[in-house]
């Protein structure tokens, strides 16, 4: 049975009502659908003049917008009404909005903002093909057309702290906005009554951390390739002000089996949106031994600590290794948090060094970008770059930390390496390896957490 209760995993319980009657604050109105749809007033059917524009469905009144409210995360599905016809229902923070019509291209274009229900009547899980921190991951196909795709299934039920749901709606809210050829696609949202369903696209090619295990190091050609199409894709994320915070090798998949040239960066469960205050739901977060070292110290960070992640990234597909190879765990967060690099034994060219030199500064003021990377005369020579340098050189609008004379800003809380990732907080808490449904959330240490991703939470409700 699909669920067709009044309650939303997505309301926001501060919030009550549905639309907003203040003056729509665009300068100009240019709606992507419009047109006259019956809506009730005062048990009437009454015809409207209704139109979208972007995530906003807007109310006319003489050719005026009268109302208007942000669909994002509102359910819809669609109704019949014995007198009106087909029609299409909202519902957000228990409020709800019907309008009749020609809904259909209306329920077409909402599918990538809004939540809708009946996810068994569209898809048929296969198997299951992953197992994350929060979710199951299956292989499904479309009932409709039998064409694949991958199915992330949270279980509500353990979405119940406040930390996690808003995580779940920021990694939702963060796919949607990623809409590049080397990042993962997310098409929909359903929300049944135990899970919430996302649909991705199916990456029938694996993860390169598997690819990775069964082959040699890499050639410099094969690496600058791969190093520069990712490099691509942070900067495009970097581009909508976002961070990722967890590239490794486990969360870059591919399309197709062994091809590394169709590759997608994935699991944008720790990303968030960038803060130069250094608010954000999760501030210390990453998995240690891919991370930059000014996260694990806990220093203001931007969009570079992600660029240092692909630097560790070139430098295992060159060495076959870790760079902070270490005797165990602990040593392995010493050696990221110290930064602490034998850049001698990855055997590169003088540009290839150059180029992971830059990428692996431990200074962020002084590490690359990653539009100052894709520049870097290793892909000039590797051919990459000269054909894109134009195309590349006219985005440079990303908001950065004020580094002003070019030393890093500290926390006040200048963490040693010991207690880094020792002393989280019941806050900052990361599940342990027993991924069952009910098993409670415990505090991990390092060895219990080893090569996991590792979240610490600072946030206020208030401040999100
Ligand atoms: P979490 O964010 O909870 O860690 P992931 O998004 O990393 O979960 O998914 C867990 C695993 O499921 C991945 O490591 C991968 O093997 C598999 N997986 C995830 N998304 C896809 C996809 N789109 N296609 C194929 N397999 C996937």
Known sequence: MDYTQKDSFFDDSEETSFWTQTQFPAQEIKTELIDSMLIHKERELVKRKVGMMSHYLLLFKEQEVHKWVNLINATMELIKN???GQ??????????????????????????????????????????????????????VSKADGQEYAIKCFRKQDLKEEVDKLSIIKETSIMRKLQHESVIKMYEVFEGEEYLYLVLEYLNGGELHKFMKKSPPFSEEKCSKLIYKLLKACLFIHEQGILHRDIKPENIMLRKKDDLEDLCICDFGLADYYNPNGKYLF??????????????????????????????????????????????????????????????ECKLSEHGMSLLQGLMNKNPVKRLSALEALNHQWFVQEKLAKTCQFKIRRHSNIKRLPHLNGSPIPTTNFLSPKNSFNNLSPQSLTRTDDNTPNSPITPVTPLQNKGKPIRKS???LQQL
Do not use: H
């Open 458 to 460: 600072i946030f206020k």
């Open 82 to 84: 014995p007198a009106a």
């Open 283 to 344: 501030t210390r977060c990453g998995t240690p031994g891919y991370v930059a070292p000014e996260l694990l110290q806990d220093k203001l960070y931007d969009y570079k600590v992600d660029v240092y992640s692909i630097g560790i990234l070139m430098f295992i597909l060159i060495a076959g290794k870790s760079p902070f190879e270490g005797k165990d765990y602990d040593d392995v967060v010493m050696r990221n948090y110290y930064a602490k690099v034998k850049f001698e």
């Open 87 to 140: 029609g299409i229902r909202f519902l957000k923070n228990k409020q709800r909005f019907e309008m009749y019509g020609d809904v259909e291209p209306w329920y077409n274009y909402l599918k990538k903002y809004c939540i809708q229900r009946c996810f068994s009547q569209r898809y048929s899980l296969l198997k299951k093909i992953g197992q994350g921190n929060f979710a199951e991951v299956f292989k499904a």
